[in-house]
C-alpha cells in the first residue's frame, strides 16, 4: 500500500527541507479497505459544491457516533501543503477529517457526565464534530462547536442536523488566535488542536483565560507535536498538572494524504483542569 502520492512525498520532503513542520499519521496498521461510494454533495459558501461521506466513528463496543468528512481530502491537503510556500495562504484543511484524539477525548467526557449535564460547553476546533454530538448526547444544555474554516463548519452543521442534534449544538466561526474572549461557558474541549508551537501557546492562553473563570477544561492530543504544559504549570502555579497517558487501539479514520482508510494504534494523552472524576 502506498501512503503517499509522488506528490505527497515530494511535499513531505520540501517542507522538512524548509522546515515546515508536518503531522505524520501513525502508521502501524493499515486498512485495505477503500471508502464506499456512499457519498453526497453539500453546497459551500463560495457557491461551490463538495463530496462528502459518513464516517462511524466507535467511541466504545456499546457507542458510537457518525460524522461526515470530505471524501477523499487528499487533493485539498496537498494544495494547502503548496500555499505554504506561496503568498496566498490556504486554510487549514485538517478538521477535514477525523482524528484520533476525538475519540480519546469522547471517552474521558463520558466518565465526566455528571459535570457535563445542564452545561453549556464550548469545543475549540470542533472538526467535524465528534465531541460536540457526544456531549450533547450526554446531557449538554448547549452545546457551541467551533471551528475557523467555513468549510469544516459546513461540515459539522451537516452531521449536526443529520444527526438531530440541532436543538442543543450550535456550529460558529472562531478564530481561537483572534483577540476575542472565548464565548461564555462552563466546560471547553480542544482535541488535537496542538500540531504547532504557535496553535499549542494559543491553546495555552485560552486554558488560562477559561482558568481564570473558573471554568472546566479537557484537552486531548494524539500527534504530540507540540506542548504548552511547562507554560502552563508556571502560569498558573501548579506544577501538579499533567498529561495523563492514553493507548487508543485500532483506530480506523481517513488515510488524509492517501484515499484510503487506514487502522493504526495511538498514543495519545489527555490534560483535565478543574474535574471531580466521578465514575
Given at each position: 500500500t502506498k501512503f503517499l502520492t509522488q506528490r505527497g512525498i515530494f511535499l513531505f520532503v520540501t517542507m522538512l527541507c524548509a522546515g515546515l513542520s508536518y503531522a505524520p499519521i501513525p502508521r502501524r496498521r493499515v486498512s485495505s479497505n477503500l471508502w464506499s461510494s456512499s457519498t453526497r454533495q453539500i453546497e459551500l459558501e463560495d457557491g461551490g459544491t463538495m463530496e462528502i461521506i459518513p464516517r462511524t466513528v466507535h467511541i466504545t463496543d456499546d457507542w458510537s457516533i457518525q460524522v461526515w468528512e470530505k471524501y477523499q481530502p487528499s487533493v485539498i491537503i496537498e494544495h494547502y501543503w503548496e500555499s505554504q510556500f506561496g503568498r496566498s495562504?490556504?486554510?487549514d484543511?485538517?478538521?477535514l477529517v477525523n482524528w484520533p484524539g476525538s475519540v480519546v477525548a469522547t471517552t474521558e467526557l463520558r466518565r465526566h457526565r455528571q459535570d457535563i449535564a445542564n452545561s453549556t460547553v464550548l469545543v475549540v476546533g470542533a472538526g467535524v464534530g465528534v465531541e460536540a454530538q457526544a456531549l450533547a448526547q450526554l446531557g449538554a444544555k448547549s452545546v457551541i462547536a467551533t471551528d475557523y474554516n467555513p468549510t469544516t463548519l459546513k461540515l459539522l452543521e451537516y452531521g449536526v442536523k443529520a444527526a438531530?442534534?440541532?436543538?442543543?449544538?450550535?456550529?460558529?466561526?472562531?478564530d481561537l488566535t483572534g483577540n476575542k474572549p472565548l464565548p461564555e461557558c462552563d466546560i471547553m474541549v480542544a482535541s488535537d488542536v496542538m500540531y504547532s508551537d504557535?496553535?499549542?501557546?494559543?491553546?495555552?492562553?485560552?486554558?488560562?483565560?477559561?482558568?481564570?473563570?473558573?471554568?472546566?477544561?479537557l484537552v486531548s492530543d494524539s500527534q504530540r507535536l507540540a506542548d504548552f504544559l511547562p507554560a502552563l504549570q508556571k502560569t498558573l502555579g501548579d506544577e501538579?498538572?499533567?498529561w495523563e497517558e492514553h493507548n487508543l487501539e485500532a483506530f480506523s479514520g481517513s488515510g488524509v494524504m492517501i484515499d484510503e482508510d487506514q487502522t493504526y494504534n495511538v498514543e495519545a494523552r489527555i490534560l483535565r483542569i478543574g474535574w471531580t472524576l466521578k465514575e
Open positions: 495562504k490556504a486554510l484543511p485538517f478538521g438531530g442534534l440541532d436543538d442543543v449544538i450550535t456550529a460558529r466561526y472562531f504557535q496553535l499549542a501557546k494559543v491553546i495555552c492562553l485560552r486554558c488560562i483565560e477559561l482558568f481564570q473563570r473558573n471554568g472546566k477544561i501538579s498538572l499533567s
